[in-house]
């Protein structure tokens, strides 16, 4: 089979129709890439990953201006810098793909090193909080649009991958003197000197100065920012500015920890955690071994990050205090890939040796988790399951995968492709002060996440999602009720008296969720920054959480095993009068959803939305499918009650529900006490052939 791709033509930023004019050039060329595998890539399947995002982007590439389009100007500098590093990084390793375009590099080098993006100006027409000069700006047409500590390190980046690969691109000396002089001069300058730092973000002025190391061979630069900045973080770790005690990472250090903002951010402390893969640059610079006291410190974190970010099926265990601004945003999870990249390659911050494997691991599911999201040529729409973005526009789309590319072109220049991939056991990460509870293993992943603090819509002290091994959502994503799982008082009004699943407002003075079993045994406090954090393997996992209000309380206990998680809820009474029904909720994902309740003699028996209520003494558990994920539930022993399938509505942080059924246990005047033990079981079904679109939500269909 041969392609002849025809060159995209069209005017300026008339990004979709040109893309629908090649959708089928590019097509063909992902019909030519070699599929990946999926799960354990070496240095070629990384390479080809390359590959496939390349021939999804090449509509973008405007040969009238000689570089991509993004759709955004102020993009433009950043994308075409994330193009250059998979087109210089293709040609340093002789790869043969759509990936390697050597015109393209030198072209793309030429444009990044000119004035725009360069800017060398005493002042920006405007007031910019973030101006430095000299420094790149987003834009590539003339004109000034906008500065960002997070511009000036991705650019270098591009352009030393280009330095790096001069000889095998034949890059005019011109284009290489212009590399080494801009990043030097941007790396000495004082926005990015110590002591100037980004909020904590001490990521990007360690990367410029790590390409100023390497493109001058010069790095006392590096040697002394590192040592600085590193230290100064650390001092902020210990004063819980930087930090939390369980070593949550705050976004705003200069505002209380308490704030909502600073409740956790998975995503920039993978960002900021990246500073780490320029560690072993940094000490061949001259830098002094740091102090064994800093060396655990920074041990212990990675291995609550690793841990508590991160599934085995790649995807982020995403909770932000930035809540709907960054969550569930492809672009952001494949910026906070880099992190998992540097965990994967910093041995020397690794408790466990055994960690570098399983980084690798959920590193390269990752990727495999964004083919699956592909459609018919495109990049996927960059918000995930569905979940609105505020403005989502294509430079999102394209960006998340020009970002997933650059991903796997790091990879393969750190070597990860000869590191032999390893299944991760069953672990966890434990935040006791929030009664935040992150689960992974090889058949699903959860979290629980007690305190909100009004951060997101979701929480409490029940599972707030449920995810398959692939990361297919099973319960939801992060629905309230009746669109989650937990336990809801009703009075005889129908009115909700007390919910389990509803996330604190404020830190509560005692943990609202405890372990009572774990490889740590009961953990019932807040340890400060412990040198062995609440986070690593599991065989068996135990955790209590209580809820309480008026003359009712609600127990749940959660035991977590590898294929199955283990459920009791215990509603109990004290005292008082009048009706009222305790109902346990079990729900669904995807609008298309059924459930079966699987009775004792009699057959399996359809639940219907409207239907009439089961007896629950005949059942023995129920089987809910969903269009892209399916679960058990059996009842550990006999119920009394009755079942029901009841509809739900689409929520923000829970964009396609399926049915809840609703399981009322007790009702009445009188009851002092229920309970129900359940035992859930994810379970993967076959992906339909649309399952791109159902993996991110209903918006992703084409």
Same mark, same amino acid.
């Given at each position: 089979?041969?392609?002849?791709?025809? *060159? +995209?033509? =069209?005017?300026?930023? %008339?990004?979709?129709?040109? !893309?629908?004019?090649?959708?089928? /050039? @590019?097509?063909? #060329? $992902?019909?030519?890439?070699?599929?990946?595998?999926?799960?354990?890539?070496?240095?070629?399947?990384?390479?080809?990953?390359?590959?496939?995002?390349?021939?999804?982007?090449?509509?973008?590439?405007? *040969? +009238?201006? =000689?570089?991509?389009? %993004?759709?955004?100007?102020? !993009?433009?500098?950043?994308?075409? /810098? @994330?193009?250059? #590093? $998979?087109?210089?990084?293709?040609?340093?390793?002789?790869?043969?793909?759509?990936?390697?375009?050597?015109?393209?590099?030198?072209?793309?080098?030429?444009?990044?090193?000119?004035?725009?993006?360069?800017?060398?100006?005493?002042?920006?027409?405007?007031?910019?909080?973030?101006?430095?000069?000299?420094?790149?700006?987003?834009?590539?047409?003339?004109?000034?649009?906008?500065?960002?500590?997070?511009?000036?390190?991705?650019?270098?980046?591009?352009?030393?991958?280009?330095?790096?690969?001069?000889?095998?691109?034949?890059?005019?000396?011109?284009?290489?003197?212009?590399?080494?002089?801009?990043?030097?001069?941007?790396?000495?300058?004082?926005?990015?000197?110590?002591?100037?730092?980004?909020?904590?973000?001490?990521?990007?002025?360690?990367?410029?100065?790590?390409?100023?190391?390497?493109?001058?061979?010069?790095?006392?630069?590096?040697?002394?920012?590192?040592?600085?900045?590193?230290?100064?973080?650390?001092?902020?770790?210990?004063?819980?500015?930087?930090?939390?005690?369980?070593?949550?990472?705050?976004?705003?250090?200069?505002?209380?920890?308490?704030?909502?903002?600073?409740?956790?951010?998975?995503?920039?402390?993978?960002?900021?955690?990246?500073?780490?893969?320029?560690?072993?640059?940094?000490?061949?610079?001259?830098?002094?071994?740091?102090?064994?006291?800093?060396?655990?410190?920074?041990?212990?974190?990675?291995?609550?990050?690793?841990?508590?970010?991160?599934?085995?099926?790649?995807?982020?265990?995403?909770?932000?205090?930035?809540?709907?601004?960054?969550?569930?945003?492809?672009?952001?999870?494949?910026?906070?890939?880099?992190?998992?990249?540097?965990?994967?390659?910093?041995?020397?911050?690794?408790?466990?040796?055994?960690?570098?494997?399983?980084?690798?691991?959920?590193?390269?599911?990752?990727?495999?988790?964004?083919?699956?999201?592909?459609?018919?040529?495109?990049?996927?729409?960059?918000?995930?399951?569905?979940?609105?973005?505020?403005?989502?526009?294509?430079?999102?789309?394209?960006?998340?995968?020009?970002?997933?590319?650059?991903?796997?072109?790091?990879?393969?220049?750190?070597?990860?492709?000869?590191?032999?991939?390893?299944?991760?056991?069953?672990?966890?990460?434990?935040?006791?002060?929030?009664?935040?509870?992150?689960?992974?293993?090889?058949?699903?992943?959860?979290?629980?996440?007690?305190?909100?603090?009004?951060?997101?819509?979701?929480?409490?002290?029940?599972?707030?999602?449920?995810?398959?091994?692939?990361?297919?959502?099973?319960?939801?994503?992060?629905?309230?009720?009746?669109?989650?799982?937990?336990?809801?008082?009703?009075?005889?009004?129908?009115?909700?008296?007390?919910?389990?699943?509803?996330?604190?407002?404020?830190?509560?003075?005692?943990?609202?969720?405890?372990?009572?079993?774990?490889?740590?045994?009961?953990?019932?406090?807040?340890?400060?920054?412990?040198?062995?954090?609440?986070?690593?393997?599991?065989?068996?996992?135990?955790?209590?959480?209580?809820?309480?209000?008026?003359?009712?309380?609600?127990?749940?206990?959660?035991?977590?095993?590898?294929?199955?998680?283990?459920?009791?809820?215990?509603?109990?009474?004290?005292?008082?009068?009048?009706?009222?029904?305790?109902?346990?909720?079990?729900?669904?994902?995807?609008?298309?959803?059924?459930?079966?309740?699987?009775?004792?003699?009699?057959?399996?028996?359809?639940?219907?939305?409207?239907?009439?209520?089961?007896?629950?003494?005949?059942?023995?558990?129920?089987?809910?499918?969903?269009?892209?994920?399916?679960?058990?539930?059996?009842?550990?022993?006999?119920?009394?009650?009755?079942?029901?399938?009841?509809?739900?509505?689409?929520?923000?942080?829970?964009?396609?529900?399926?049915?809840?059924?609703?399981?009322?246990?007790?009702?009445?005047?009188?009851?002092?006490?229920?309970?129900?033990?359940?035992?859930?079981?994810?379970?993967?079904?076959?992906?339909?052939?649309?399952?791109?679109?159902?993996?991110?939500?209903?918006?992703?269909?084409?």
């Amino acid at each position: 089979m041969a392609c002849k791709l025809a *060159p +995209a033509h =069209g005017r300026r930023f %008339s990004i979709p129709d040109r !893309l629908t004019r090649a959708a089928a /050039a @590019a097509a063909c #060329l $992902v019909a030519l890439i070699t599929p990946a595998p999926a799960q354990a890539y070496d240095d070629a399947g990384y390479l080809n990953f390359t590959d496939r995002v390349a021939a999804q982007l090449e509509p973008a590439w405007s *040969p +009238a201006d =000689g570089y991509y389009l %993004s759709g955004s100007p102020a !993009l433009d500098s950043r994308f075409n /810098a @994330a193009m250059l #590093l $998979v087109h210089a990084t293709a040609a340093r390793y002789g790869h043969a793909g759509a990936s390697r375009n050597d015109e393209r590099a030198r072209r793309l080098a030429q444009v990044l090193t000119a004035s725009p993006p360069f800017f060398s100006g005493a002042a920006a027409p405007w007031p910019d909080p973030m101006f430095h000069s000299p420094g790149w700006v987003g834009n590539l047409i003339p004109g000034y649009s906008v500065m960002d500590k997070a511009i000036d390190p991705k650019i270098a980046e591009g352009l030393f991958a280009a330095w790096q690969a001069r000889d095998a691109l034949a890059l005019p000396q011109e284009t290489s003197a212009a590399i080494v002089q801009e990043i030097s001069a941007v790396a000495h300058g004082a926005f990015f000197r110590f002591p100037n730092v980004r909020l904590n973000q001490i990521n990007w002025p360690l990367e410029m100065a790590a390409y100023d190391a390497l493109t001058t061979g010069h790095g006392e630069l590096l040697r002394d920012e590192y040592r600085l900045q590193v230290a100064r973080f650390l001092e902020g770790a210990r004063a819980d500015t930087n930090l939390s005690p369980s070593y949550r990472f705050h976004y705003v250090p200069r505002v209380s920890a308490a704030r909502a903002i600073n409740l956790d951010s998975a995503e920039y402390a993978n960002i900021t955690l990246h500073f780490l893969a320029f560690y072993d640059d940094a000490r061949r610079a001259g830098m002094p071994e740091p102090p064994a006291a800093d060396v655990r410190l920074l041990r212990a974190w990675v291995q609550r990050a690793l841990f508590g970010y991160w599934t085995h099926a790649g995807l982020l265990n995403w909770d932000t205090g930035l809540g709907m601004k960054r969550w569930m945003k492809g672009k952001t999870w494949a910026y906070a890939q880099q992190g998992l990249l540097a965990m994967a390659s910093a041995s020397r911050f690794q408790r466990d040796a055994r960690s570098r494997r399983w980084a690798k691991a959920m590193f390269d599911r990752g990727l495999s988790a964004y083919r699956r999201m592909e459609g018919a040529g495109r990049p996927p729409p960059s918000n995930l399951y569905g979940v609105a973005a505020r403005r989502r526009t294509y430079s999102d789309d394209v960006m998340f995968a020009a970002r997933m590319a650059g991903n796997a072109a790091r990879a393969a220049a750190a070597g990860l492709g000869r590191v032999p991939a390893a299944e991760p056991p069953p672990f966890y990460a434990f935040d006791a002060d929030v009664g935040r509870l992150a689960v992974s293993t090889p058949a699903y992943s959860t979290a629980i996440v007690a305190v909100n603090r009004r951060a997101f819509p979701y929480g409490g002290i029940e599972l707030a999602r449920l995810f398959d091994r692939r990361g297919q959502p099973v319960t939801g994503i992060g629905g309230r009720p009746p669109a989650a799982l937990g336990v809801v008082v009703r009075d005889r009004s129908a009115r909700t008296v007390l919910a389990s699943q509803e996330g604190r407002r404020r830190d509560p003075a005692r943990p609202p969720v405890i372990l009572t079993r774990s490889p740590q045994g009961r953990v019932t406090r807040l340890e400060r920054l412990p040198a062995h954090p609440a986070a690593g393997p599991f065989r068996t996992l135990q955790a209590v959480g209580r809820r309480r209000a008026g003359r009712f309380d609600i127990t749940t206990r959660h035991t977590f095993r590898r294929a199955a998680i283990d459920e009791r809820w215990t509603v109990r009474r004290h005292g008082g009068r009048g009706f009222y029904s305790a109902v346990v909720q079990l729900p669904t994902w995807g609008a298309a959803a059924s459930a079966t309740a699987v009775r004792h003699k009699r057959g399996n028996v359809p639940l219907e939305i409207g239907g009439a209520p089961i007896p629950l003494d005949d059942v023995r558990g129920f089987r809910i499918r969903g269009p892209v994920s399916s679960y058990s539930a059996a009842l550990l022993g006999r119920a009394r009650g009755t079942v029901r399938l009841v509809p739900t509505l689409a929520e923000s942080a829970n964009p396609d529900p399926g049915p809840t059924l609703e399981l009322t246990i007790a009702s009445g005047t009188r009851f002092k006490r229920a309970r129900l033990d359940l035992r859930i079981v994810p379970r993967a079904t076959p992906l339909p052939s649309t399952h791109h679109a159902l993996l991110i939500g209903r918006t992703a269909a084409p």
